[in-house]
């Protein structure tokens, strides 16, 4: 699957706030197409890759997500083997990785939070469930980087006032 092409009028929506960017990953492209459909409809924008070697290859071209669709059994590449390789790169380590998967046992969840992955949703995937846990996502990451934001604002006002 190729990725999906924004001109730049798209990067943000009519409130002026970028558009959050899905990666669906899934060699089944059927799945793909109706999650990105999804997406889209949900306000997302939607970036599709058939395995997890082409998720790998768009990310070195510069395609960054905001969060990761992510399914488990595809050949080649399994989506525990993506989640590492993701995880051991400095520039995708923060991303929110969604596993999306038919096998929904007790041992694959433990394995993909021990990996970093951040969420699992069975398949078949309802698109406001989906649409719920994808924001939920982006507003941890969100969170998380204001409060790094104030901590840095803080050591810099501690330093500074050491200096005086």
């Known amino acids: 699957m190729a990725v999906e092409k924004m001109d730049?009028?798209?990067?943000?929506?009519?409130?002026g706030a970028p558009i959050a960017r899905i990666m669906v990953v899934d060699d089944d492209p059927d799945t793909v197409s109706i999650l990105a459909r999804y997406l889209r409809r949900e306000g997302f924008a939607a970036l599709e890759?058939?395995?997890g070697k082409e998720c790998l290859k768009l990310i070195r071209q510069g395609?960054?997500?905001d969060v990761i669709l992510l399914d488990l059994m595809m050949p080649?590449?399994?989506?525990f083997e993506v989640v590492?390789?993701?995880k051991n790169n400095p520039a995708t380590v923060e991303i929110p990785i969604i596993m999306i998967t038919a096998r929904d046992d007790i041992d694959a969840r433990a394995e993909g939070m021990r990996l970093g992955v951040s969420d699992f949703l069975p398949k078949p995937v309802l698109r406001k469930q989906l649409a719920n846990r994808i924001h939920s996502q982006l507003e941890m990451v969100a969170a998380a980087r204001a409060t790094e934001a104030t901590l840095n604002n803080i050591e810099r006002k501690i330093a500074g006032a050491g200096k005086k």
């Open 76 to 79: 080649d590449m399994d989506g």
């Open 63 to 65: 395609e960054i997500a």
């Open 49 to 51: 890759a058939s395995s």
């Open 84 to 86: 590492r390789a993701l």
């Open 8 to 15: 730049d009028s798209l990067d943000d929506d009519v409130s």
